[in-house]
């Protein structure tokens, strides 16, 4: 056991679940075979180490110390159902049994259960929306309010479709496990949206105090070199590529008192050179291999981004390109705004601005704030300030992420001091 201060037991603990939670948790699930046993058991395990390591000590394998503690734990709370249930002696045995002779000693056997849940959660068997819902609540562990935001529905229907999911696993026996090589293309397009939406979550939070969470977008990463060490498929390869390019520039994206800073202000100096490098050769590597998917192409877009010394040295006219592919693989009124403000950036604003315009004519953003704000920005450029403050004031509107908001309010500040309203 490791020699730990009393009053400094609590922090460690609770950083230990911020970290650790969710890859106890998948163990444990291997271990049980019943998501919400595991659940129970994740947090009795969490709640003997709040009583236990105050007097013993933190223990030096702690992720293994908590599998084990939570396997005994729903062993000990299935048998004492027994007086209400007789079936669950039975399974209480059968749980005992089979996993008594799984000793965890050593932290690195529990390190790949996250994936083999990610494909349980992904199973065929399941909607496309339940698959992404169960993961992010049961692989990365956030919360159904936060999910619930995201698909822009009422956490009541998001937790119903995460409790119809975990139904639908149990009674149709759908193994936790990877599948066989030969079924993984079918099951990958999911997969890596779920690891992206993870990842996404973690670089720009959707909502919330933070622009980033870092130990999701850490973890998304993880997840795609465990995928890519087992498929090693074009699209898994510039997902992975796409990830640690857009990661490189984290140090740089927030100040101190972590306020916004855009990709044109940013110090590249920040940027993690080592992430970059490796991004760049696996953008190539996704290329080499094909065929180029919408991972891929994002990739290159990112690079691109990395290699310019600054935004007026960028290649606009290259990433425009990519977006031309982008689009044609994934016709997208997002990729069309990104692609608008390429445009701009090579052409000028007033042709930007009427890509933007265009794109809003029809509603496909009308709720994207971001689409306001690039708006803002560019009838700001123009010397359009009506137009630019109502398009702030719409943005601002849309926001639901602190730093964003602030960095919006300070725009608007800023266009008001010079073009006072009259």
Sequence with gaps: MAETTAPSIRQIID????TESRRVFATLIRLLGNFDLAEEALHDAFAAAAEKWPEEGVPAKPRSWLVSTGRFKAIDTLRRGTRFDASLADLATRLDSETCSIEITDDSQVEDDRLRLIFTCCHPALSPEAQVALTLREVCGLTTEKIASAFL???????QRIVRAKAKIRDAGIPYQAPPKADLPERLDTVLQVIYLVFNEGYAASSGSFLTRAN??????????????LLP????IGLLALMLLQESRREARTSPTGDLILLEDQNRSLWNTEQI???RELAQQAIAVGPVGVYAVQAQIAAIHAEAPSTAATAWNQIIAWY??????????????NRAVAIAMQDGPARGLQLIDDVLAR???ADYHLAYAARADLCRRLGKTTAARDAYQQALSLVKQDPERRFLEKCLQELELKHPAG
């Design 15 to 18: 950083e230990i679940y911020r």
């Design 216 to 229: 999701l977008a850490e973890e998304a990463i993880r997840l795609g070199r465990l995928l890519m060490e």
């Design 324 to 337: 031309d592919i982008l689009f044609q693989l994934h016709p997208s009124p997002v990729v069309e705004l």
């Design 363 to 365: 509603g496909d953003l």
């Design 153 to 159: 529905i009422s956490p009541s229907t998001l937790a």
């Design 277 to 279: 490098v490796e991004g």
């Design 233 to 236: 498929d074009a699209e898994v």
